[in-house]
């Protein structure tokens, strides 16, 4: 059977002579950026990136061997358990796992709009499908932000948010939505005597309107920011990083959403960001361990890397330097 899948392999190299990645719209601009530098530096064809969200590259990377399937997946969250035996069921049995550092999960708007303070509470009574209202759970009945916090301004709730493919949307839910609820006496209680419907309280956004699903086009989000000042987006620090000129981040827990601020911790609302590789296809498609290199060098990733001045947050010294010697040596993943 190795020998008839080695010959499967063999003949899917002579098929396709280049990378091809799917996955998150996060890190869809580091991975472009590295892919980018690799086909200029390199004598590898620049690889083929398709931003697909998490969930969705997942769903693609997991389902084969061969020519036809992605040979990586960008993640803005780690693989999940169930991803994994998706991918063992269908044959992908090794995967390196790659941690490239941190990104913040940024709540921005227009420039030319007041600029946001708001804590994980107030976003969770903005956001959510159900909130209790005099001890019973309702459908969110809030419209305007100073309903929910009077120095806020009395503008409409108007968020524009990723769908639930993409590990953005998981981030923000854990993040943000989750605490946010366990706030409130009674998320708290319910967490005590129903797990599963405390999970559903934090986890399902409300579909009025007021929460709009803008797809993985993150590009798109600060466009419609510019064009409407009254609406705020959900996305990657990286995002407000390269646009700072058109949106401003606004601040959790009275803490801005600055590169140092995420790198330090005190920002909270941040997640690491990885790419997954399938091992076999490492040695049958041309320049796949040369790119896990060239990504893992320090002139992309760290500190000083051309990474850096795209908005991503390096893993610490210690970390990126065990990480690097891992994942060079291709140590598959074990959850």
Request: overall charge negative.
């Amino acid at each position: 059977m190795a020998a008839v899948a080695a010959i499967a392999m063999a003949g899917a190299a002579e098929a396709r002579d280049q990378i091809r990645m799917v996955g998150s719209s996060t890190v869809f601009p580091f991975a472009t950026t590295v892919a980018e530098t690799f086909g200029k530096t390199s004598n590898f064809k620049t690889p083929v990136i398709e931003s697909t969200g998490t969930g969705g590259g997942f769903k693609l990377f997991c389902a084969g061997v061969g020519v036809e399937h992605p040979d990586i997946s960008n993640a803005s969250r780690r693989i999940k358990a169930s991803e994994m035996e998706t991918c063992a069921k269908n044959g992908v049995t090794e995967i390196t796992e790659v941690k490239i550092g941190f990104d913040g999960i940024v709540l921005a708007n227009a420039k030319n709009a007041p600029l946001f303070d708001v804590n994980k509470k107030v976003l969770f009574l903005a956001l959510a499908k159900q909130v209790p209202v005099d001890g019973k759970w309702v459908d969110n009945p809030y419209t305007k932000w100073n309903q929910l916090d009077p120095i806020l301004p009395a503008e409409d709730i108007e968020v524009l948010g990723p769908p639930p493919t993409s590990g953005t949307r998981d981030a923000f839910v854990e993040l943000v939505m989750e605490p946010g609820c366990e706030a409130l006496p009674e998320c708290a209680a319910l967490k005590k005597s129903d797990p599963d419907a405390f999970k559903k309280a934090f986890g399902s956004v409300r579909e009025d309107g007021r929460f709009i699903e803008a797809g993985e086009n993150d590009n798109l989000i600060v466009q419609k920011l510019e064009a409407n000042p009254h609406a705020l987006g959900i996305f990657g620090f990286s995002f407000l990083d390269q646009n700072g000129d058109k949106i401003q981040g606004s601040r959790v827990d009275s803490v801005d959403p600055s590169f140092e601020n995420i790198a330090s911790g005190k920002y909270a609302v941040s997640r690491p960001l990885f790419f997954y590789v399938k091992n076999a296809h490492v040695g049958t498609i041309p320049g796949l361990k040369e790119y896990i290199a060239a990504f893992t060098a320090e002139s992309a990733w760290g500190p000083e890397g051309y990474l850096a001045d795209k908005g991503l947050i390096p893993l610490p010294d210690a970390e990126r330097a065990a990480t690097a010697k891992e994942v060079n040596a291709l140590t598959p993943l074990k959850l």
